[in-house]
């Protein structure tokens, strides 16, 4: 990708990554590719802020150089430490003598313990202010969003808000903007992105924005570090993330499972037929077969979800478990959840999914149901009925 003008003196010059497919240790697949996006200001001070994944350093490199040279560059923000934003410096930095790097205290501890440098760093706090010349920077602490290190940078003489992490997608294109792409493809990417990476995290999140509503920024374009800019409506996606991190939720359930010789699956489909003949729109999902990054986006705005498992040495099966070690990590407060299964001479797999998400901050349907080998025709009835008795729970 060329560097491109996304407002006079602001270049994008970061890099498309148009092969990857999986993100965050294999728990995130990306279909639609990514990028790593730098912004490159200039005026008196000549800005940098964030950098690209390692293996893209090259790239910046050049693209950088269609505009500046390096060593003309006198600041670099690090808005967070994540490898795939800082992953160049080491390349960078020699590149740029005299550049200084901006950011938090816990930034500042994560580059060293990352890349062992001794780079010339200041500190800076929420409100702290970096005069470029025509323009300032000013900091927004944002720990937690999702790193300790975290933090904005928005200029106020642009309305632009670089947030990094927050508010992106993992979206590989060669346009640049919102109004540039499909609206529904940017918001289910933005939605996944939300769903895989920030969910937990919402409390956080919602005081955040309601922090910066406060301050009454005015805000023209929102410029995070994957994915598309948003400059059409930037409040598209901050009320969306509102409407996330409140955890406002759809007449749905999400049914997830794990099916040994098929039992369980006839269980969850008849289960499903409940659900729907009670009004609610239902997701099914056999995890052994399944997206895991395309489930829990699915089930973000989801009121409940039921999961289910074939029993093995009195267990549930391993995908299903893996899967559930994921939810427990969301945390997914608010929601509702029951269980079900199949077994043969002896049950556990239920018991053994309950006792996984104790403590994931949902409520349990009391009610769980488990047949031994293929439920037989009253054995499906009680499916049914079991899947209108937790609409009526969700409810």
Wanted: aromatic residues 12%; contains cysteine.
């Amino acid at each position: 990708m060329a560097a491109i003008q996304i407002l006079p003196g602001i270049y994008s010059v970061g890099a498309v990554d148009w092969k990857i497919r999986n993100f965050h240790g294999h728990t995130y697949t990306t279909s639609r590719g990514s990028s790593y996006n730098s912004y490159l200001i200039i005026d008196e001070k000549i800005t940098l802020v964030d950098a690209v994944y390692g293996p893209f350093a090259q790239e910046l490199i050049d693209n950088i150089r269609q505009i500046v040279p390096l060593d003309k560059i006198d600041y670099i923000i690090a808005n967070h430490v994540e490898t795939d934003h800082t992953g160049a410096l080491p390349i960078l930095m020699p590149l740029c003598p005299k550049a200084k790097i901006f950011g938090t205290l816990k930034c500042q501890e994560g580059l060293f313990r990352h890349y062992y440098k001794h780079w010339n760093f200041q500190v800076v706090k929420t409100g702290d202010i970096l005069e470029l010349g025509k323009r300032t920077l000013t900091f927004i602490e944002a720990p937690m969003i999702h790193w300790p290190d975290s933090m904005f940078t928005y200029c106020p003489q642009d309305a632009l808000l670089m947030p990094n992490d927050a508010f992106g997608q993992h979206y590989a294109a060669n346009e640049q903007f919102d109004d540039q792409v499909d609206a529904g493809v940017l918001m289910e990417e933005a939605e996944k992105y939300y769903a895989n990476i920030l969910w937990p995290l919402g409390g956080v999140i919602l005081k955040k924005i309601q922090d910066l509503q406060k301050l009454n920024l005015p805000l023209k374009m929102i410029a995070p570090s994957h994915g598309i800019i948003w400059r059409q409506d930037p409040n598209k996606i901050i009320n969306a993330y509102l409407s996330w991190a409140k955890g406002e939720v759809k007449e749905k359930v999400v049914i997830v499972y794990e099916t040994m010789w098929g039992a369980t699956k006839k269980m969850a489909e008849k289960i499903a037929e409940g659900l729907s003949g009670a009004g609610m729109e239902v997701k099914i999902y056999d995890i052994g077969q399944s997206d895991r990054t395309e489930v829990i986006t699915q089930m973000l705005t989801a009121k409940g979800f039921l999961f289910g498992s074939s029993t093995h040495d009195n267990d549930m099966l391993p995908n299903i478990a893996a899967f559930l070690e994921i939810v427990k990590g969301v945390r997914p407060k608010g929601r509702k959840i029951g269980f079900f299964g199949s077994y043969g001479w002896a049950g556990g797999a239920v018991a053994e999914m309950q006792e996984t998400l104790k403590d994931c901050g949902a409520e349990f349907m009391a009610e769980a149901i488990a047949f031994k080998y293929l439920p037989d025709e009253s054995e499906f009835m009680q499916c049914l009925e079991f899947g209108k008795s937790f609409t009526k729970f969700l409810k």
